[in-house]
Each structure stands twice: as structure tokens, then as C-alpha cells.
């Protein structure tokens, strides 16, 4: 079995920025044994988000809006689920690693839009 190597010991920090500055500046490997790390799982953490102008043509709004009473579900969040699982399938990958966990995906597949939905 081999020996573990002594770690050092942490500095104490004055301020937050301190040790900001000390983590950006030295490696962890000689203070922490990464070996002994378990996973932390944060349910109650909320994902940033970041306000964007997003200009639609009133039919698409219409429509999107429509599926989204449907489904029961506001539409600016019905929009992020459908944007999610595109921007999953255009990297290959599955919705789950793309999208917050929390976001609810609806219940149904939305319908194609039809004539009685779209305003001329």
C-alpha cells in the first residue's frame, strides 16, 4: 500500500479576495487529497440567467404561446426547454447534460402549427 505524502496546511485568509488571489495562483494538489472527494449536490441552487432581446415574428409568438397554454406552462419557459433540447441534438449530446435539472420539460410533444393558429 503506498504512503500518502503530508499535505500542507491551508493559510488563513483575511478576506475573501485573499484567498481568491491564493487559489488562482497555487495548485491544490499539495493541500487537498483529491483522492478522498465525494460529489456535493446542491438541489436548491437556481442556474444565472442573463436578460436577451429576442425579436419574433407575431405569428411565431402566437403559436408559441398557444402550445404553451396547452401544456399549461408559461412560454418564455415552454421557448428555453425547446431551445434546450435543440441546442443538445445540434452537440450531439442529451438534454439532461445540456439543460438545469430543474427546468420541467412538457408533459406532451407540441403540435405542428396549423392554419387556425396563425394570424395573417
Not at 488571489?21 to 483529491?34: C, I, L, R, S
Not at 465525494?38 to 442573463?50: D, E
Not at 438534454?95 to 392554419?115: E, H, I, L, Q, S
Amino acid at each position: 500500500m503506498a504512503k500518502r505524502k503530508a499535505l500542507k496546511a491551508i493559510p488563513r485568509f483575511a478576506s475573501e479576495a485573499q484567498e481568491r488571489e491564493f487559489w488562482e495562483t497555487h495548485d491544490t494538489t499539495p493541500y487537498v487529497d483529491w483522492s478522498r472527494a465525494t460529489l456535493a449536490v446542491f438541489p436548491n441552487l437556481k442556474p444565472s440567467t442573463t436578460t436577451i432581446s429576442l425579436r419574433l415574428p407575431a405569428f411565431l409568438l402566437a403559436d408559441l404561446k398557444v402550445l404553451a397554454n396547452r401544456q399549461d406552462v408559461p412560454y418564455q419557459s415552454l421557448l428555453k426547454v425547446f431551445l434546450t433540447e435543440r441546442v443538445a441534438a445540434g452537440a450531439g449530446e442529451s438534454t439532461r447534460r445540456v439543460a438545469n435539472k430543474r427546468m420541467r420539460r412538457p408533459k406532451t410533444r407540441p403540435t405542428p402549427r396549423t392554419a387556425l393558429t396563425r394570424k395573417k
